[in-house]
């Protein structure tokens, strides 16, 4: 019978940790330094949930039913990146416009960056870390056969238990890695909306959308087997590097006259 091996499951139960420690770590550190502002974070939370969860995935449902884009790696790869960008990125203007008109600081522009950062690595990272060690108490019970059998196509359960079982211990952390890398990023796209409200420059929030979308092509592209893991994790540390440094400037670039001490440089 295929087991899941322990390292997995504790490798599993890594990513979860990582998805929901990154948030908590980072309101606390932004909460010492009086940078935190609760508003912003669960405006930051809510944003993601409407505009990624929910309106970004009902265009996907009407528009993946395509042939050309399902079987055209370019396409796929675009529309995915620029699907991501531009709901994100607007939906991100639209509640700071909308919500945070009067509150245009870097104090709220960090808590909102952490909170949007924050609902994706629980919606993502930590509820699949969840399903996956649910899955794999299944698989190693013996039961899994004929609990999910009653509920998926076989050749859907047989994928999902040959996933658990062959896949190396290291991947399923990697996933909350790759959550925890993604703060950075989304602090620093955060940072250019804001500035496009404060400086009523749409520049900055297209920016922010082409931003977005360069980042997820590869990453689109991996699933279709164009590029490797390794070249999408250098991409990605391109623009974590990035990312830090612009959550660090920005203080100096937008938030100036707010008065306060520029942030040193990382």
Known sequence: MQQVSWASMVCMAGAGLLAVGT????????????????????????GF????????????????????????????????????GVFEEVGRYCVILLFLKKQLTYKSAL????????????????????????????????????ILAAQLPQQTVDTLIAQLTQTAPALFLLGGVERMLTFPIHMALTMLVFAAVRNKDVRYLLGAILLHALLDFPAAMFQKGMLSLPIVYGWVLLFVAAGVYVVF???????AEEGQRPAAQP
Request: no cysteine; glycine share 8%.
């Open 111 to 146: 808590s909102y960056g952490v909170g949007h950062a924050g609902m994706e690595a629980l919606a993502v990272g930590a509820i699949a870390a969840v399903n996956n060690i649910a899955l794999s108490v299944l698989v190693n019970s013996g039961m899994a056969q004929q």
């Open 49 to 84: 949930f409407v505009f990624a969860l929910v309106l970004e995935q009902l265009l996907h449902t009407l528009v993946l039913r395509n042939s050309f884009l399902l079987n055209n790696v370019w396409a796929y790869s675009t529309y995915g990146a620029l699907a991501a």
């Open 249 to 255: 400037a920005a203080r100096r670039w937008f938030f």
């Open 23 to 46: 948030p908590v770590v980072l309101i606390l550190v932004l909460a010492r330094k009086k940078l935190f502002g609760w508003k912003p974070l669960l405006l930051g939370m809510a």
